[in-house]
C-alpha cells in the first residue's frame, strides 16, 4: 500500500508544474483535472468535453443559470420576451470589457450569434435555428428577431453554451483557425495567461470583471495527467482540488469518497444529461441496414457496462431521448423500444435477414480515458458473440474527431453525447438531415437521413404546447427505435470529486462548465 | 569442447534456458490450456485469486489472468524475436558494409546510425507508434528502428578487425568476390558475438513491448502483459493480482533471457573461454 502511494507520487512529481503548489491562503490557486487536454480553447467552435472545462471561466454567456435550472443574469441584465414570442430583448450588463480592454457591446452579441455560432458551433444552429436577425439600437441592447418562438433557446444562453466572442478579435478571420483559439480573450471572471502543452492552462484572476468583488480565487490552473491512477493521488495528496467529468475513475472516488478531505457529488450535470451510445456509418455496408445496426444494439448488455466499468453509476438506455426528459414529459415509455436485456439469438436472427453473417468491422472508441477501452473491449466481445467480429482502434484526440467528423472514415464509434436540457438543443443535431454537418463536431455523423423524422424534429422545436409536443416526440422515438441510426447505451451519471475546503464551486446549473466566479476556499 | 558443455559450465546460465523453455512451452500451449480468447468475459469480475476458478484472479470485465499471461507470452516472445531478426538483419547488413568498404560508405552509414543513437530509444519508440497506429506490425518495426544501431556498431567493428587479417587477404588475391568474402568468411567469423547482442535484444525488445502496451500504445485487439498491467493499473489497491502476476511473467522472462545470453556470451566468446 505505501509502495503503491509512493510510486504513485512519484510519478505525479514527474508531472508537477510550479505553479500548481496550491497556496491556501485567501484566494488561493484552485488546481483542477482537464483530462484530457483540449485540442484549443474555441468554445465557440468545438464542445469538446475538456474545452467546456475551462473556457467557461474565460467567456461567459447571455444568461447562467442556477441550480433550479432557472435563468439569472450574466452578460445580459435582463430579458424581456414579446407576447408573440418573436422578439426576445436583452439589456446587456454596462461597463464590461474583454481581457484586452476593448468594450463588450450588442456588437459582440450580434456577431457571435449570427455569425459564428449559428454558423460553425455543434450546436448553434439548432439552438439559434429561428433567429432571423440581431437589432442593436444601442451599446446595451440587444434584441433577437426569431421567425417562430423559440422557448428552447433561453435555455441555451449559457458561458458554456453559448459563449460571446469577442468580434474585433474574430471578424475578418477565419473562425476555425483564429488565433484567438489558442490565446482566448473573454469577459469572465479569469483570463488566460498561458497554456503548456502537455502540462497545463493557467488563468489568473481578472481584476477587471464587472461583478463587484469577484472572482474570489487568485487563479485557476488546470492539469493535464494522462493516467487515471495519478489522478487520483493527486487528488488524494491534495495536490489537485478538483476534478470532474470522470477524471477521477468511478472505482477511486468511491475509495475517497469515505476521506474528509474530499467530497464527491453526482451535482451539477443537470443541464447536461450525458447519454453514452454508438454512432454508425449508415451510408455503408453493413451498418446502413437498420437490421445490422439493431442487432448490435441487442447484443450489448448495458447492465454490464454500468455495473462493471461505471461501478453502477449510470441506468440502461430506454430509448432515443434519455428518461430525464420524462419530467416534462417528452420521453414514452410506451414508445421506448429498446431491448431490457442482450438478446444474442435475436440479433443473430436479424443478422441472418440482412444477410450480415461473418462481418468484420472497426470499432472505434472514445479516447477519453480507460473506462471507454474496457467497453470497447467488453463490446467487441460480445459482438463476437452475434457474429460481428470488432478490430478496436484508440486515437488521439483530435485524430479521433477527424476520422469521425471530418473524414467520416468509420463504421461504429462509441461516444457520449449531452442531450442537454431540451432535445431541440441536445438530440436534434444527431439525426437531422441539416445537422449532416462534414468537419463539425458532435453533430449528425451518422449521416442518418429521413425526411419523416426531419419534419418531426421542426413541429417539436416550434410546438408550444406541451401535450402535443409529447405525441410528435413520442414518434420521433419510435422511429429512432426503429432506424437506430445511433444506438443508446445508457444513460451516465458524472462524478465531481473535489477538496472539501473548496466551496461555493457548484453555485451554477452547470457545475464544472460554470464560471467558479464565486469559488473559494475555506480554511 | 562442445557448444553444450560450454554453456553448461554457468550454472545459471542452465537455469535460464530451463525457464526460457517452460514460458515457450506456456506459450505454445496456451490454446491448448486455455482454449478461450484471452479477452473473453468468463466469470465474475474482481475474482481473487483461487475464486471462482481463476487460478490467478480475474480482472474488472471478468477476464482469466492467467489466461491472458498464458496467450501474452506468446505476443511477447514473438514480438522479441520477429523485433529481433529484423534489428540484427538490418544493423549486420548496415554494419558490415561500413566495416567491409570504409571510406565513405562508412563514414555516410555511421553518421546514419549515430542520428539514430542520439534519440533516445523508448521515447522514439512512442513516437513510432504513435504516427503508425498501434499494430503488432508497428511495434515490432518501432523496436526494430531504435534496436538496430548497436548490431550495425558491433558489426562494423568486428568487419574492421577481420578485414585486415591474412585469411582475408589470402581471399583477396586469389579472386574472391566482395559478397562471398562477406558472406562466406568474415561473417561466420563474427557469429558469435551478434548471437550474443540478439539474445540480449530479445529481453530488451520484451520490455519495450510491454512499456508501450502499459502506456496504452499496444494493439488493443492483441493480449500482452504490458496491456494486462495497464489495463489493471488502476484497480491495484482494490485487485492487486491483476497486474502483479504479469509484472512477474515479465520480470521472469526478462531475467532468463538475460541469463541465457550471459551463458551464450560465455561459451562464445573465445577470449572468455580460458579465464575459468
Not at chain 2, 105 to 125: G, K, N, W, Y
Request: glycine share 8%; aromatic share 10%; proline share 6%.
Amino acid at each position: 500500500m505505501k509502495i503503491t502511494k509512493w510510486i504513485s507520487g512519484a510519478l505525479t512529481a514527474v508531472t508537477m508544474v510550479a505553479a500548481a503548489t496550491a497556496a491556501r491562503a485567501e484566494g488561493g490557486t484552485l488546481v483542477m483535472l482537464v483530462q484530457p487536454e483540449p485540442p484549443s480553447l474555441a468554445s465557440y467552435l468545438s464542445t469538446s468535453g475538456p474545452i467546456g472545462l475551462m473556457a467557461p471561466k474565460i467567456y461567459e454567456g447571455l444568461l447562467d443559470y442556477d441550480k433550479d435550472l432557472q435563468a439569472v443574469p450574466s452578460l445580459a441584465k435582463s430579458y424581456k420576451v414579446s407576447a408573440d414570442g418573436k422578439t426576445v430583448t436583452f439589456n446587456l450588463q454596462k461597463g464590461v470589457k474583454w481581457h484586452d480592454g476593448e468594450p463588450f457591446t450588442s456588437a459582440d452579441v450580434q456577431f457571435t450569434v449570427m455569425e459564428v455560432l449559428s454558423k460553425i458551433h455543434p450546436r448553434g444552429p439548432n439552438s439559434f435555428r429561428e433567429v432571423e436577425s440581431i437589432d442593436t439600437p444601442d451599446e446595451h441592447t440587444a434584441i433577437f428577431n426569431l421567425k417562430n418562438p423559440a422557448p428552447y433557446m433561453l435555455r441555451a444562453l449559457s458561458g458554456y453554451e453559448s459563449p460571446m466572442a469577442p468580434k474585433h478579435l474574430l471578424e475578418g478571420e477565419d473562425y476555425r483557425s483564429a488565433p484567438l483559439g489558442n490565446k482566448p480573450v473573454g469577459t469572465g471572471p479569469f483570463k488566460f495567461v498561458e497554456w503548456k502543452k502537455g502540462q497545463y492552462i493557467r488563468l489568473d484572476k481578472n481584476e477587471d470583471y464587472w461583478k463587484e468583488g469577484l472572482p474570489k480565487l487568485d487563479r485557476i490552473v488546470g492539469r493535464f495527467i494522462p493516467d487515471a491512477s495519478t489522478r487520483t493521488a493527486a487528488m488524494e495528496n491534495g495536490e489537485v482540488h478538483y476534478g470532474a467529468y470522470g477524471a477521477i475513475p468511478n472505482i477511486d472516488a468511491v475509495r475517497l469518497r469515505e476521506m474528509d478531505s474530499i467530497g464527491v457529488t453526482t451535482d451539477g450535470y443537470g443541464m447536461i444529461n450525458p447519454m453514452a451510445l454508438i454512432e454508425f456509418d449508415t451510408t455503408e455496408p453493413p451498418f446502413d441496414d437498420p437490421k445490422v445496426r439493431k442487432a448490435v444494439s441487442m447484443a450489448l448488455d448495458r447492465q454490464f457496462l454500468i455495473d462493471n466499468i461505471w461501478f453502477g453509476y449510470g441506468q440502461p438506455a430506454t430509448s432515443a431521448l434519455s428518461s430525464n426528459f420524462g419530467a416534462t414529459g417528452l420521453h414514452d415509455a410506451e414508445a421506448a423500444n429498446y431491448p431490457s436485456g442482450p438478446n444474442v439469438d435475436e440479433a443473430k436472427k436479424l443478422l441472418k435477414e440482412a444477410g450480415a453473417e461473418d462481418i468484420s468491422i472497426t470499432l472505434d472508441l472514445i479516447p477519453y480515458g480507460e473506462d471507454w477501452r474496457r467497453a470497447g473491449e467488453y463490446m467487441k466481445q460480445a459482438l463476437g458473440d452475434i457474429g460481428i467480429k470488432a478490430d478496436l482502434r484508440y486515437e488521439d484526440v483530435p485524430t479521433w474527431l477527424k476520422r469521425i467528423y471530418a473524414d467520416y472514415d468509420f463504421d461504429m464509434n462509441v461516444n457520449y453525447f449531452y442531450q442537454l436540457p431540451d432535445p431541440v438543443l441536445g438530440v436534434h443535431r444527431h439525426y437531422g438531415t441539416d445537422q449532416i454537418r462534414q468537419g463539425t463536431h458532435f453533430v449528425n455523423s451518422s449521416r442518418y437521413s429521413n425526411p419523416d423524422l426531419d419534419a418531426l424534429l421542426v413541429k417539436g422545436a416550434q410546438e408550444p404546447d406541451a401535450e402535443k409536443r409529447a405525441a410528435i416526440y413520442s414518434d420521433v422515438q419510435k422511429i429512432l427505435g426503429d432506424d437506430k441510426p445511433v444506438a443508446n447505451l445508457f444513460e451516465m451519471n458524472f462524478l465531481t470529486v473535489y477538496d472539501s475546503s473548496l466551496k461555493d464551486h457548484d453555485t451554477s446549473a452547470l457545475g464544472a462548465y460554470g464560471s467558479f466566479s464565486e469559488a473559494y476556499f475555506d480554511k | 569442447m562442445t557448444f553444450w558443455s560450454l554453456f553448461k559450465r554457468n550454472r545459471s546460465a542452465v537455469l535460464g534456458l530451463v525457464i526460457l523453455l517452460a514460458i515457450v512451452f506456456m506459450a505454445a500451449t496456451a490454446q491448448l490450456f486455455f482454449p478461450e480468447d484471452p479477452f473473453r468475459l468468463i466469470g465474475k469480475p474482481m475474482s481473487s485469486p483461487g475464486e471462482n476458478g481463476f487460478l490467478l484472479g480475474s480482472d474488472s470485465l471478468g477476464r482469466d489472468v492467467a489466461s491472458g499471461i498464458a496467450h501474452g507470452a506468446k505476443t511477447s516472445l514473438l514480438i522479441g524475436l520477429m523485433a529481433t531478426v529484423v534489428a540484427v538483419g538490418f544493423g549486420t547488413i548496415m554494419g558490415g558494409l561500413a566495416g567491409y568498404y570504409g571510406g565513405r560508405i562508412d563514414d555516410l552509414l555511421m553518421r546514419v546510425t549515430e542520428m539514430f543513437q542520439t534519440i533516445p530509444s523508448f521515447i522514439f519508440a512512442i513516437l513510432l507508434v504513435a504516427i503508425m497506429k498501434p499494430s503488432i506490425e508497428s511495434i515490432v518495426i518501432a523496436i526494430a528502428v531504435v534496436s538496430w544501431p548497436a548490431v550495425a556498431r558491433l558489426v562494423r567493428g568486428e568487419f574492421l578487425s577481420l578485414k585486415t587479417r591474412e585469411f582475408v587477404q589470402a581471399c583477396h588475391t586469389v579472386g574472391m568476390s566482395d559478397i562471398r568474402i562477406i558472406l562466406g568468411e568474415i561473417l561466420p567469423n563474427c557469429l558469435s558475438p551478434i548471437i550474443v547482442i540478439g539474445s540480449l535484444m530479445v529481453a530488451t525488445a520484451i520490455l519495450i513491448e510491454s512499456g508501450l502496451a502499459f502506456l496504452g500504445l499496444g494493439d488493443p485487439n492483441i493480449m500482452s502483459w504490458g496491456f494486462q498491467i495497464g489495463a489493471g493499473r488502476t484497480l491495484l489497491r482494490s485487485a492487486w493480482w491483476v497486474c502483479t502476476f504479469p509484472g512477474i511473467a515479465i520480470l521472469v522472462t526478462v531475467l532468463a533471457i538475460n541469463l541465457v545470453g550471459e551463458g551464450l556470451n560465455d561459451a562464445l566468446n573465445p577470449r572468455l573461454r580460458e579465464r575459468t
